[in-house]
């Protein structure tokens, strides 16, 4: 099984970053199509635009944004199937969950890292 990771979109690509999918629903400002090197853009998996604009990247809302993304990622019909598709690829390479916002360690990506990694440990 390989690696799965985060990375800011705005940070350099690498090759070693396997499979690139962006987890943002809004196209990051300021980034080309071929700067970006996607293999996926998945809107369907990041929050909700009301979730979005409630935690508004405040630090002190960020708890509250969790328990709510987790649960609209519960809720979300297409979760199995990202997951499934996460699972398959890494298998074969490492994935890296791209988003775009400036702080790294309060973002959807970091949830969505997290519910990955507990779902494969249920597998």
Request: aromatic share 10%; hydrophobic share 35%.
């Amino acid at each position: 099984m390989y690696e799965l990771r985060i990375k800011r979109i705005y940070d350099e690509y690498e090759e070693s970053d396997g499979m690139r999918i962006l987890v943002d629903a809004l196209w990051p400002r300021g980034i080309s199509k071929e700067r970006a090197h996607l293999d996926l853009w998945d809107k369907a998996i990041s929050p909700t635009t009301s979730l979005r604009k409630a935690f508004n990247h405040e630090v002190d809302k960020y708890e509250d944004f969790q328990k709510q993304y987790r649960q609209e990622l519960i809720e979300n019909p297409h979760t199995q199937d990202f997951l499934k598709m996460v699972f398959d690829h890494l298998e074969k390479q490492p994935v890296t969950l791209l988003y775009g916002a400036k702080d790294t360690k309060h973002n959807q990506a970091v949830v969505l890292k997290e519910f990955i990694l507990e779902e494969m440990k249920c597998l």
